[in-house]
């Protein structure tokens, strides 16, 4: 198949999105089950109850990916789950951005902003994490 920049499009690489997905999608539960915990039943600040949802999913996910997705088994742990943090972090600025401009400007459904977030978080999370934290 065709290479672009480090991505060679082959079927390995599409079973690894699939898994990426997969770890996504229970990220997503994750993430929107303590988003919901803590914006309806606790009262907490929409923005702090998303990050608190988008970190813990961050770190569910991260296990996952490490192992299943990347099958990845770098003794550099704490390195390899900073540069994923790091990621995730700029995937939280643009999620909080998203829902933002989606929730507060445009007067979207709160939880619709958050899909449509995680969505586009979603492919940014999958080639930076794919070109930069589990290469090698």
């Given at each position: ?25 229970s ?5 929107f089950?303590i ?7 606790l009262k907490i ?16 996910n991260y296990?996952?990916?490490r192992?299943?997705t990347?099958d ?9 789950f900073?540069k994923?943090?790091v990621?995730s ?6 999620s ?8 507060d400007k ?6 619709v902003a958050?899909a ?8 940014w ?12």
């Open positions: 198949m065709t290479p672009i920049a480090a991505i060679e499009f082959n079927s390995a690489f599409f079973f690894k999105f699939l898994k990426f997905g997969l770890v996504g999608f990220g997503l539960i994750v993430d089950g988003t919901y915990l803590c914006k309806e039943k600040h929409k923005y702090i109850s998303n990050s608190l949802g988008f970190i813990v999913a961050t770190g569910s296990t996952l990916n192992y299943w990347f990845n088994h770098n003794p550099a742990s704490i390195i390899q900073g994923f943090f990621i972090l700029v995937g939280l600025a643009i909080n951005m998203i829902i933002y401009l989606l929730n445009l007067k979207w459904n709160f939880y958050k449509c977030a995680i969505v586009l978080v979603s492919l999370n999958f080639f930076a994490n794919y070109l930069y934290t589990f290469t090698g």
